[in-house]
DNA sequence: AGAACATCTGAATCTGGCA
DNA sequence: TTGCCAGATTCAGATGTTC
């Protein structure tokens, strides 16, 4: 394979990360999310962090060889990426304490901007069978930028609405990966030792990006961030060296069917909402020249004029400026500050303005 | 100050944190906690929708020029901190994305042998008031042993007495430092800016620790760990640089009365533990250690451990086990069965429980 | 006295579009 | 790039005030 200048969009690649990442264009992405090997073994093997525990050789790192390949191997992939991703795009890295704190450090001397740092709370994690430390309930995720100035997408509505209407916290609860999702071979043996739920997936792909976003796994395993891509009607490249996985990636991406579109569209929040100027309420005689206008406790008033601005005292100006003026305050979101009365009850501009939208 | 053969045990120390280090001898303490600054970048003034300011962290003692030199400064307090502890002895270090990568780096570079890391998960944090981020509802702690053959101390069966009987998870739910447990200053402001739970800090100790052992904290600021430490009868060493912190914390040390010696023993490990969810109450300081319990009509009465089991003559474990025991009954509802005493009436445990719930 | 309501606050890397 | 300014944005819990 050669450089592409066209992204090979919703496909699985096979081969090297870094490799493969070499062949895309810069800029070309919108997000990545990344479940990186967590230890290069002698033999080149990768290992991720599952399986350390389980055959409990996460004892035997020899720190001294295996830190410094391990980080020249993070610095290698988390470039490529940097380079792969636009100016307002963010990426999501996931580890535990074995190699966590190596890869955020990282990430912060490449020049990403840490927006969070996520933790996914296991409901049913393995436990600690010599009850010599603490259960290993929970593994971290970074969400970064690519650089402080990034203006990245945050759906910050559709995360509240997953959450009860409450802002979503920095801690995720949410089962391991088991019963029909996870992937098994003939014998009923796990297909890959780490594959990650896709309610993990589902939430990281709804935050940060939207439709038709293009997002990049470059260790995509056995595709859980293609399959939930796919269904939330985005675009998706995964990386994997693995044949099987691969193989395997694609019969699960053949049975998943795409959302309708317009479901998969994230809640849409006030801040992206068209800009209602004050003065169409003015003009379609919602709130018509010379209605008076209270603060929420009557304490102080002004008077709306044909051009929208409003008059207090000596104060003249938009309904945000003479707001600060008379509380004397740097600034003043004058839709929620002012009231008008409607039959008897004070009635935010807010409110009103409401009316106007579909 | 030149440097010391003998510990100076229970002592607040007024300086910087390496020089005072430098001075105490190798191989001397049990166990670290340390809370250094976090290297918060704080751009501008931020304002809650309400449009008061938020008193965010603006002290020098958290300024860093770059990354380069927070890494210097955190190389040379781990440096000693690792000099100072025997060669079983555990550290537990706490931060936020802003350092913990770089600091759990650090201190697998210099050795240290990550046992987990923990999350403390805020009941009630600061939400996110521009709606940019998922709210920081946590911090990480990172607990680690000095060396890969430490043989550390690890007290499973009362992590485990504290968890209503199952293994305690990475993950511990805590609220922040607040109401009358917050040190303010004649003004009504709070005293320190970062002022820790005592909740988190008996949950450290009573884990890694034993009676009697030294805890080391190098940036002790207003006591916090010396304060819980007395408490459940372990010596301790702070280091402040800050005088009126340094005062606040000896006022505050005489104010704590340590638990009787008996009750801040873990549980013993081979005994059968026993089920409850009383660790809660002990933890948050609303049934103190050295509590007394008695049944409704005062016939009899038990005493409250730092663990959470309760002692009745010859009788210690759960409460549900004492108060079956007491009664010479085959099972008992502790929660309804004893009392505490609270302004000259008994009020059951069940009851006292209730205030933890929303 | 107690319920209902109002106010305050906590380790925070906290906006975006247009001229 | 900088400056201006419209206008979007908060949860749990403790404490204080009013009815």
Sequence with gaps: MTAVRELPLDQLLLGDAVEMMRMLPDASIDCVFADPPYNLQLRGELRRPDDS????????????????????????WLSEARRLMHKDATIWVIGSYHNIFR????????????????????????????????????????????????????????????????????DWTIPLCTGGERLRNQHGLKLHPTQKPEALLHRVILAATNPDD??????????????????????????????????????????????????????????????????????????????????????????????????????????HQVGAAVQNAASCNGWTFWHIEREGRLVALDHVRETLRP
Tied chains: 1, 2.
């Excluded at 490249?237 to 994230?266: D, Q, S």
């Excluded at 406790?297 to 309904?319: E, F, K, M, P």
């Design 214 to 319: 293009v997002v990049l796994d470059p260790f995509s395993g056995t595709a859980t961030t293609a399959t939930v891509a796919k269904r939330l009607n985005r675009h998706f490249i995964g990386i994997e060296r693995h044949p099987a996985y691969v193989e395997a990636g694609w019969a699960r991406l053949r049975e998943m069917r795409a959302a309708p579109a317009h479901l998969t569209r994230p809640m849409p929040s006030r801040r992206e909402a068209p800009r209602i100027a004050f003065g169409v309420l003015v003009e379609r005689g919602l709130v018509p020249p010379g209605t008076l206008l209270h603060d929420r406790l009557r304490r102080v008033s002004a008077t709306v004029a044909a051009d929208a601005s409003i008059i207090a005292g000596a104060h003249r100006g938009s309904i």
């Design 53 to 76: 525990v389980v055959d409990g050789v996460d004892d035997d790192w020899d720190k001294f060889t295996d830190f410094a390949a391990y980080d020249e191997f993070s610095r290698a």
């Design 103 to 170: 890869l955020g450090a990282i990430m912060q001397d490449l020049g990403f901007w840490i927006l969070n740092d996520v933790i996914w709370r296991k409901t049913n994690p393995m436990p600690n069978f010599r009850g010599r430390r603490f259960t290993n309930a929970h593994e971290t995720l970074i969400w970064a930028a690519r650089e402080p100035k990034s203006r990245y997408r945050f759906n910050y509505q559709a995360m509240k609405s997953l959450n009860d209407d409450t802002q979503m916290r920095s």
